[in-house]
């Protein structure tokens, strides 16, 4: 089970699988498709096992996230979610398009006046169970914890994210879709390509969804191609 957050990626998605049947569900379009034979590279030969997926358009935002990854679990029962997608560099720390192994989410945006905010922001914080993936992946990655929240980041938060967290990049649905997956006891591959670096005078995706669009589709081919190697290595394809 796959889950697409942003609508950007989703039409990368789209651009990737034209010829899927594309179903609708209360929160987004999905169809299956066998990862072995992708719409953008039908005649390239593969030695992965043929890998039928569902691709599920969750929605952008923690509310989405968290109500659509909840949704697919119930309708899908996977025995195993994938969040492909994308997310904020910090100039300095990583590199544009970084694919991020996602060992950690912190949920930052939390500001609670009545009581401990660093209490809350525990609560939210989940640690993925990688222990059944081996190496060598199919992909470089960085292997790191993923602060979420729902905006973009903004440039006067980016120091207190490296000091107080360890972080390099950001998005708006990995914590999201994390912590309900375990809920759920429901295990999650999150993998993330870095789109764009935040600077102290911002990104140049910002007031440029164009910028993010093509971006986004350039991550989103890596990851979609990677895909059913990552299954396949990790036993449940």
Known sequence: MVIISADAEWRGIRKLFPDADYKVS????WFESDLTEPAFEKNASSTAV??????????WGKISAAASTQYAIDHWRPSLLVNLGT?????????RGTILLVEKTVVYDIIEQMGDSE???????TNLDLDWLSEPFPLPVFRSLLVSGDRDLLPQDISLLKSKYGAA???????????TASRNGVRVL????????VSSTGSPAYDNPNYFEVKAYEILKILVRSLPSWLSQSGFS
Do not use: K, M, N, Q
Request: net charge negative; charged share 20%; hydrophobic share 40%.
């Open 119 to 125: 209490a809350h922001i525990r609560h939210y914080t």
């Open 50 to 59: 043929p890998v039928p997926v569902v691709f599920f358009h969750g929605g």
């Open 26 to 29: 209360i929160y987004g379009e």
């Open 190 to 197: 999150i993998l993330r390509g870095v789109t764009d670096l």
């Open 169 to 179: 990049a950001g998005d708006w649905e990995s914590g999201a879709i994390a912590f």
């Open 87 to 95: 997310c904020g560099g910090f100039e300095g720390e990583i590199e």
